[in-house]
């Protein structure tokens, strides 16, 4: 029976579909030292990841008998993917499966930031009894999302999954991707079927001049920085949920204490997972820990997906 190690482990429905297709799949997690040694010593075939799990060439190198690395989502920086496929393995991931998770994920950001939750849920267990009407008062300004135009950095699955929501929100779109042109974006109306929107993509700085959120979908480098927050309208947000770096933080910290960005949603971080404290502790930022594709029906999703790829790659 062929052997499968899920690294980092894998959804349940994933793991049934392999073992029916003949596969023995093993979940225990074998530390990135050990990793080629129990490889090689295990005979296993495959080897599934997430982010945790590095499979770079010298672990390549050292695993002869190895024909499938597969990554449970989306960005696979951790692995070296070239190197791989030249070796002849075969390079898996499931970039559809946690596309909806990520783009509800930026929704919460936006909610939490106009409305002030990310302040508010620190402040008032240590206020809220004392300090209510003062709370009250610093929370009225609020504003909502419906009109205001969303900025998309990036319009790939995530980004048009986020188009969808602000769509279904009553949103402006405004896109940008230099391999896209245009997009129908799907709107699934309960109880009233599917409507395609038309999406065409524009040049970045004028994504940048429209948007009142924006929000980044890229799979890595340095987009945004004190250069591109200057052309944003002043007061505009900022939500990272793509990789860390892609807004550079220190241009970002000194943005949002000049009131130039209003606030700003993070899940991705420079230093993950140790990201500075001056971000951490920031009244003007919400903050997830890379939870972007953190949801049971996404993991289901990815898990399915994997096995799928992982069946053919190996029939």
């Given at each position: 029976?062929?052997?499968?190690?899920?690294?980092?482990?894998?959804?349940?429905?994933?793991?049934?579909?392999?073992?029916?297709?003949?596969?023995?799949?093993?979940?225990?997690?074998?530390?990135?030292?050990?990793?080629?040694?129990?490889?090689?010593?295990e005979g296993y075939v495959a080897l599934t990841?997430?982010?945790?799990?590095?499979?770079?060439?010298?672990?390549?190198?050292?695993?002869?008998?190895?024909?499938?690395?597969?990554?449970?989502?989306?960005?696979?920086?951790?692995?070296?993917?070239?190197?791989?496929?030249?070796?002849?393995?075969?390079?898996?991931?499931?970039?559809?499966?946690?596309?909806?998770?990520?783009?509800?994920?930026?929704?919460?950001?936006?909610?939490?930031?106009?409305?002030?939750?990310?302040?508010?849920?620190?402040?008032?267990?240590?206020?809220?009894?004392?300090?209510?009407?003062?709370?009250?008062?610093?929370?009225?300004?609020g504003s909502e999302l419906r009109g205001k135009?969303?900025?998309?950095?990036?319009?790939?699955?995530?980004?048009?999954?986020?188009?969808?929501?602000?769509?279904?929100?009553?949103?402006?779109?405004?896109?940008?991707?230099?391999?896209?042109?245009?997009?129908?974006?799907?709107?699934?109306?309960?109880?009233?079927?599917?409507i395609k929107v038309n999406i065409v993509t524009?040049?970045?700085?004028?994504?940048?001049?429209?948007?009142?959120?924006?929000?980044?979908?890229?799979?890595?480098?340095?987009?945004?920085?004190?250069?591109?927050?200057?052309?944003?309208?002043?007061?505009?947000?900022?939500?990272?949920?793509?990789?860390?770096?892609?807004?550079?933080?220190?241009?970002?910290?000194?943005?949002?204490?000049?009131?130039?960005?209003?606030?700003?949603?993070?899940?991705?971080?420079?230093?993950?997972?140790?990201?500075?404290?001056?971000?951490?502790?920031?009244?003007?930022?919400?903050?997830?820990?890379?939870?972007?594709?953190?949801?049971?029906?996404?993991?289901?999703?990815?898990?399915?997906?994997?096995?799928?790829?992982?069946?053919?790659?190996?029939?």
């Amino acid at each position: 029976m062929k052997k499968i190690l899920a690294n980092d482990g894998i959804d349940a429905k994933g793991k049934q579909l392999l073992e029916a297709a003949g596969f023995e799949v093993i979940t225990t997690k074998v530390e990135q030292a050990a990793l080629a040694d129990a490889i090689n010593a295990e005979g296993y075939v495959a080897l599934t990841v997430r982010s945790a799990t590095q499979v770079r060439a010298a672990l390549i190198d050292a695993c002869p008998g190895l024909k499938v690395i597969a990554r449970g989502g989306v960005g696979m920086d951790n692995i070296d993917v070239d190197y791989a496929k030249s070796k002849g393995l075969a390079v898996i991931n499931t970039p559809a499966a946690s596309s909806h998770s990520v783009a509800e994920l930026v929704f919460a950001h936006l909610f939490t930031g106009v409305r002030f939750l990310h302040d508010a849920n620190r402040r008032m267990p240590a206020e809220g009894d004392t300090a209510f009407a003062t709370l009250k008062k610093n929370y009225a300004g609020g504003s909502e999302l419906r009109g205001k135009t969303i900025g998309i950095i990036g319009f790939g699955r995530i980004g048009q999954a986020v188009a969808s929501i602000a769509l279904g929100l009553g949103m402006k779109v405004a896109a940008h991707d230099p391999y896209l042109t245009a997009a129908d974006v799907a709107v699934t109306i309960e109880g009233a079927g599917e409507i395609k929107v038309n999406i065409v993509t524009t040049a970045m700085q004028d994504v940048l001049a429209a948007a009142d959120f924006l929000t980044l979908h890229v799979p890595g480098g340095q987009m945004i920085g004190a250069a591109e927050m200057a052309i944003m309208k002043k007061g505009a947000a900022i939500v990272n949920a793509a990789r860390g770096g892609v807004v550079n933080e220190d241009d970002l910290l000194a943005a949002l204490n000049s009131g130039q960005i209003g606030f700003a949603g993070l899940d991705v971080f420079n230093n993950e997972p140790t990201p500075r404290k001056d971000i951490l502790t920031h009244p003007k930022i919400s903050l997830t820990p890379h939870i972007g594709a953190s949801t049971d029906e996404a993991q289901e999703r990815i898990g399915i997906e994997l096995a799928e790829h992982i069946i053919a790659a190996l029939a």
